[in-house]
């Protein structure tokens, strides 16, 4: 199985799920080789609501997990939210990446961090509306590693958004 998984970590985040969940990102899955998609869908349950009709990739879903390790590191592709826990287990991995970016945070260091990252080409940030197109632009393919056992490039983004926010 070729999968992709997707985590909103510990809380919610309709607007991913309910994107994962559209016909048009899981045609898009299904063109790019991905046969499954398993969802961690936290407090967005409501949202997770994958087509009643033949589908295109195998999709299931769950809210919490105490074995979500086993999720991460059975995908071929992981869409997260921006979290850096979530960050790190996909990168700490070697898996690529896209981030899905949400707005709707005040003061969103989440962003930041996920920018930060995008820009040394560890992971892809999308908006969650433009998932589809980010699978189909193929960028997630061509990620530059993160080098293992190296908290350095995420302790010092952290450290300078601290820095920022306490002034």
Not at 26 to 48: H, M, N, P, T
Not at 107 to 125: C, F, K, S, Y
Request: hydrophobic share 40%; charged share 20%.
């Amino acid at each position: 199985m070729v999968k992709i998984f997707v985590t909103v970590g510990s809380t919610g985040f309709d607007t991913l799920v309910a994107s994962v969940c559209s016909t048009q990102f899981l045609e898009s899955a299904k063109r790019e080789g991905f046969d499954e998609i398993v969802v961690q869908y936290g407090a967005s349950g409501a949202c997770f609501t994958p087509p009643r009709d033949l589908l295109p990739v195998r999709v299931s879903g769950f809210s919490y997990s105490n074995s979500i390790e086993e999720h991460y590191d059975s995908a071929s592709l992981i869409v997260s939210h921006a979290g850096s826990g979530s960050i790190l287990a996909a990168l700490r991995r070697g898996i690529p990446l896209v981030v899905a970016i949400n707005d709707r945070l005040m003061d969103n260091h989440q962003r930041e961090l996920a920018d930060a990252l995008a820009e040394m080409n560890h992971l892809v940030v999308s908006k969650p509306s433009e998932l589809a197109v980010a699978l189909r632009k193929r960028e997630y393919r061509t990620l530059a590693p993160y080098p293992p056992g190296n908290p350095r490039p995420i302790g010092s983004i952290l450290d300078q958004e601290v820095f920022e926010h306490s002034k």
